[in-house]
């Protein structure tokens, strides 16, 4: 199973960007998508988590400004962000949640490999 990230770069403050991560590998389900952020001299923390079921859950410091979709046919989770600020200089990874294989009863999670988003003017 990989996952891939896509849609960072350089935005100016109160700018908008969306990420976009797509799992491929002979996948069956995905239970959920999750974002994840390191910004730096941080350690990565949990921003937004969406299930295939629909519920989502937000971190206090996007909530109001960034917002997680799943398309489950595409295996494929959004990041649309708003209202970008210069704390959100990060590198942005996503992590299957209960990724299940062909033949796979029980899934597991996975890492993409992370996209640089750097707010600046």
């Known amino acids: 199973v990989v996952l891939v990230e896509s849609g960072g770069g350089l935005v100016q403050p109160g700018g908008s960007l969306r990420l976009s991560c797509t799992a491929s590998?002979?996948?069956?389900?995905?239970?959920?998508m999750a974002w994840y952020r390191q910004r730096p001299g941080k350690e990565r923390e949990s921003i937004a988590v969406?299930?295939?079921?629909?519920?989502?859950h937000y971190d206090d410091s996007v909530k109001g400004r960034f917002t997680i979709s799943m398309d489950n046919a595409k295996h494929t989770a959004y990041l649309q962000m708003n209202d970008l600020k210069s704390e959100d200089t990060a590198t942005y990874y996503c992590?299957?949640?209960?990724?299940?294989?062909?033949?796979?009863?029980?899934?597991?999670?996975?890492w993409g490999e992370g996209t640089l988003v750097t707010v600046s003017s």
């Open positions: 969406a299930t295939a079921s629909g519920p989502t």
């Open positions: 590998g002979n996948i069956f389900y995905v239970n959920g």
């Open positions: 992590k299957g949640l209960g990724v299940r294989t062909v033949g796979d009863d029980y899934g597991d999670d996975y």
